[in-house]
Each structure stands twice: as structure tokens, then as C-alpha cells.
């Protein structure tokens, strides 16, 4: 099991984009993905536990590319 931590934001964050995301890839509910956007443009951290280490990588990589500061724990 991997762990993604979302520190934190960029200016441009693509917010539907890290919902859909969440949604998609890792098979949260589209109100925990919404809630999880909404708690990170508050400056709270959102840890993610993935099982498959690979999928937890490709997750990182694309929130990296919408605008999230984030860092795997594996």
C-alpha cells in the first residue's frame, strides 16, 4: 500500500480536474473527491491510501500536473 499526501496547492489548481481524477482513478465517490478538493483550497492535507503502488504513481503524477504539491509515501 502507497500513501499520497496533497500538501498543498498552486495558483491555477484545476479543481474539477483533481475531482475527476480522484473519481477515476483511485474510485472515491464524486462528494469524497469534491470534499477532498474543497479541504485542500483550505490548506489542509489530504493523505490517500492507494494499494496498487503504480496506480498511487500515475495519481501523483497527474495531480503534480493540475496545480497539487504532493509526495508519496510507499
Do not use: H, P
Amino acid at each position: 500500500m502507497a500513501k499520497v499526501i496533497m500538501e498543498s496547492w498552486r495558483y491555477g489548481l484545476q479543481v474539477v480536474s483533481l475531482t475527476k481524477l480522484q473519481y477515476e482513478k483511485l474510485g472515491l465517490s464524486l462528494l469524497e473527491s469534491k470534499t477532498n478538493a474543497d479541504m485542500l483550497l483550505e490548506d489542509q492535507i489530504i493523505i490517500l491510501e492507494i494499494e496498487d503502488k503504480n496506480v498511487a504513481r500515475e495519481f501523483l503524477e497527474e495531480a503534480d500536473r493540475f496545480g497539487v504539491n504532493c509526495r508519496l509515501l510507499s
